[in-house]
């Protein structure tokens, strides 16, 4: 029972370059979600999806990329890496995406933009 | 924007003792819920009230919801070593996405 998780756990990266961060759960939720946690700013909604090949942006998504051609993977790309976004990446996945629903997090990414 | 503004940001009490965080928001919601990050993990989800709901119980947590203040508070009864961790209230207002506030950071003393 995997649950929903991520890969790579660290990544370090330079300026400028592409650099994808998967996302896989195994509960067939509908929803899934991405964030990013930096210090003093708590947890940010980058983008989210409410089915296979449905997303919509959150807070933050400039410089950010999402697909869903699968229910089960929702892979987030920074198209040009920056240092701005050095952060800790999670992904959420929820069975209903009203929110009135708990939703269930990842280990998260720590990435590094140098 | 952040919609919860947890209050206070940092806690540190001895073990045994009863640990309360508040949490503000500023537009109409349809719930809250209270996560918890244990350090350089995901969040896990705790407890979830509804708008029409003014108080609720799970195991040694109990949350309120004042809707006409805009707040909430989470207390933590006997706590213990391994409640230490990151507290988040995130609210949900009909647009299927949770807003998250920056956290209360409790530690508690064996």
């Known amino acids: ?114 | 924007s952040q919609q919860g503004e947890e209050d206070p940001q940092a806690l540190s009490i001895q073990e045994g003792e009863n640990a309360t965080m508040n949490c503000s928001y500023k537009t109409s919601i349809n719930n809250l819920q209270w996560y918890r990050q244990n350090s350089g993990r995901g969040l896990v989800h705790l407890i979830l009230i509804r708008s029409n709901e003014r108080e609720k119980h799970s195991g040694r947590l109990r949350v309120t919801l004042d809707t006409s203040k805009k707040s909430s508070s989470l207390l933590i009864t006997a706590s213990r070593a391994a409640d230490t961790a990151s507290y988040f209230c995130a609210t949900e207002s009909g647009n299927n996405r949770l807003a998250f506030g920056k956290g209360n950071q409790v530690v508690v003393i064996p």
């Open chain 1, 1 to 114: 029972d995997a649950g929903i998780t991520q890969s790579p756990r660290y990544k370090i990266t330079e300026t400028g370059r592409q650099v994808t961060l998967m996302c896989h759960q195994t509960w067939s939720h509908s929803y899934m979600f991405w964030y990013r946690q930096d210090l003093g700013h708590g947890l940010r909604l980058i983008y989210y999806s409410a089915a296979a090949d449905i997303t919509d942006k959150g807070e933050v998504p400039d410089g950010y990329v999402v697909s869903r051609s699968k229910t089960e993977n929702f892979p987030l790309t920074l198209e040009s890496a920056t240092r701005s976004q050095t952060s800790v990446y999670f992904c959420a996945s929820s069975q209903v995406g009203t929110g009135a629903y708990e939703q269930y997090f990842g280990p998260g990414t720590r990435l590094t933009v140098t």
